[in-house]
Nanobody, 118 residues
Framework: VQLQASGGGLVQPGGSLRLSCAFS????????MGWYRQAPEKQRELVAT??????????KYADSVKGRFTISKDNARNTLYLQMNNLRPEDTAVYYC??????????WGQGTQVTVSS
């Protein structure tokens, strides 16, 4: 499975960005997908995940982004999205998309930088 993230950039506090993650390869093997982020000198943390449709497609969010971020997936376009609204300086990080496949292996995109600053 290959993942290609895009959409990061510099935005002012209160602004919005939409991240995209195009996935390809053995997509039929993908179970859950998600977004993670890593700020400088911090560990990578979960932002949001989406369960496979066979398991109801349930969504999960970190408490820090609930009500501001929305994860979604377009299977026709093989693309995972993260809509980020009301961005805060503490959202500054490199954002990574993730795919977990049926046999338990994780695949990662290359990361896209999000910087929230005035």
């Amino acid at each position: 499975v290959q993942l290609q993230a895009s959409g990061g950039g510099l935005v002012q506090p209160g602004g919005s960005l939409r991240l995209s993650c195009a996935f390809s390869g053995n997509v039929a093997a993908i179970n859950a997908m998600g977004w993670y982020r890593q700020a400088p000198e911090k560990q990578r943390e979960l932002v949001a995940t989406i369960a496979p449709e066979i398991h109801g497609g349930s969504l999960k969010y970190a408490d820090s982004v609930k009500g501001r971020f929305t994860i979604s997936k377009d299977n026709a376009r093989n693309t995972l999205y993260l809509q980020m609204n009301n961005l805060r300086p503490e959202d500054t990080a490199v954002y990574y998309c993730n795919a977990e496949v049926m046999w338990g292996e994780d695949f990662w995109g290359q990361g896209t930088q999000v910087t929230v600053s005035s």
